[in-house]
């Protein structure tokens, strides 16, 4: 079971520069809109964040058989980016897991 990452919940990853990485923390903001974990609603692959390194970061992996507007959720442990590195999702909901 793999927590579903939801609207509010948070990925860290690595902004890569020509001066070198920087981590970044990026805060989900934008997720299916008919299905709710705990009032908020499930992050989904295509689901937008705010990196703390100035971009804006898009889920790119989640769940192959759990989907919300057809779309795979984003668990735990997924993987997103932004424009210069990847990120992976860090919190989720306890009591909504995938398998
Ligand atoms: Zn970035």
């Keep these: 079971m793999s927590a579903i990452s939801r609207v509010s919940d948070i990925g860290i990853g690595i902004h890569y520069t020509p001066d070198g990485p920087i981590p970044y923390v990026t805060t989900f903001i934008d997720g299916a809109q008919r ?50 590195g990847k990120y992976v999702s860090l919190t989720g909901s306890p009591k909504i897991g995938s398998k």
């Design 35 to 84: 299905v709710g974990a705990e009032d908020l609603n499930m992050m989904i692959v295509t689901g937008i964040g705010i990196g703390s390194c100035g971009d804006s970061t898009t889920a790119t992996q989640g769940a192959p058989k759990i989907g919300s507007n057809n779309k795979n959720v984003h668990r735990v442990g997924d993987m997103g980016t932004c424009p210069s």
